[in-house]
């Protein structure tokens, strides 16, 4: 089994610290500390650290993109990047230690010109067999036009996309594998208020209708998940446990979800393996997405 990531908005995430946020002060900052980031790579970190066969692909120029690869082959990750002209992203997040909440900055990433993109694709063709799955996850940069989903739909056996907004409802039509909407994502695709589990079904079938995938995983934060096919339904309870981190809980999900479903495993087995992997991202410390002890421990114990 081989899995490949695309990244099509990659960034650099840069975290630090400060004891409070006020507008218009010099605000004095712990060292930074860098990781890799977008939600390809993250889902590539996660399968990585699973022990999963894994590229992730991606659009990579300027200094931060240079840091970004050096961090993603120290981390071991198998990476495939697309020079480009612009400059990778940055994404920036300060933690105000006196209320310990989170402040993110997201920067928008540079523009890929055309060619770039058909460099892009070109290197998902070249892929030394053609992947089991395509992992389509996370954000596109500015004026990359959603068609995009459209030409990597063919380069792999099976495709699963995880965007939002505009990215997501163009992705009518496809006819993915996979895709995994959050609650609000449906309610925008369907244009209504999904106030119970049968409105929760209903919506997600009619994504199937659709087009949008042979396969609907939603996610729904501390109520678990639900999957739906054109024959069945499937409702896991979320895993209770302490939150650290919860930065990449649901690209740990998607990650443990293609992973299971890449070695063989059925759909109930998946979609556990993912909701394991999705609780595990929240025990883990800030340089983590995942420990791979963390996630077989939860997925054995939801099964138990």
């Known amino acids: 089994m081989s899995i490949a ?3 099509l908005n990659p960034a650099l995430d840069i975290t630090t610290a400060t004891e409070a946020v006020r507008h218009t002060h010099k605000l004095r900052c712990s ?3 860098f990781e890799p980031g977008g939600g390809g790579i993250n889902v590539a970190r996660v399968v990585h650290a699973l022990g999963g066969k894994v590229t992730a692909v991606f659009p990579c120029g300027g200094p931060m993109g240079v840091t970004l690869e050096t961090l993603l082959r120290e981390a071991g990750v198998p990476i495939a990047p697309v020079p480009i002209a612009g400059a990778t992203r940055q994404s920036f997040t300060v933690e105000e230690t006196s209320t310990g909440l989170p402040y993110r900055f ?6 890929l010109g055309e060619s770039e993109i058909a460099a892009l694709v070109e290197v998902l063709r070249a892929l030394p067999g053609r992947p089991d799955y395509i992992v389509a996850s996370g954000s596109l940069p500015p004026g990359c036009h959603p068609r995009i989903f459209r030409r990597l739909a063919d380069l792999g056996k099976r495709l699963v996309i995880d965007t939002s907004g505009l990215a997501l409802a163009a992705c009518e039509g496809v006819r ?3 895709v995994k909407p959050s609650l609000r994502e449906l309610e ?3 244009g209504r208020t999904l106030a119970t589990e049968m409105d929760e079904a209903a919506a997600a079938r009619e994504l199937l209708e659709r087009g949008f995938a042979e396969i609907v995983v939603l996610s729904l934060g501390e109520r678990g998940a639900l999957l739906v096919t054109a024959d069945r339904e499937l409702r896991l309870p979320a895993i209770p446990v302490p939150v650290a981190n919860a930065v990449g ?3 740990s999900m998607v990650a443990a979800i293609t992973l299971a479903l890449a070695r063989g495993q059925s759909l109930d087995e998946a979609l556990r393996y993912g909701i394991a992997g999705g609780a595990a991202a929240l025990l883990a410390p800030g340089a983590e997405l995942v ?3 963390d996630v077989e421990r939860l997925y054995a114990a939801a099964g138990s």
């Open 249 to 251: 809980a649901g690209d």
């Open 176 to 178: 993915a594998y996979l």
């Open 188 to 190: 925008e695709l369907v």
């Open 291 to 293: 420990r791979k002890e």
């Open 31 to 33: 060292e930074p500390r």
């Open 106 to 111: 997201v920067l928008p990433g540079p523009v």
């Open 5 to 7: 990531t695309v990244t």
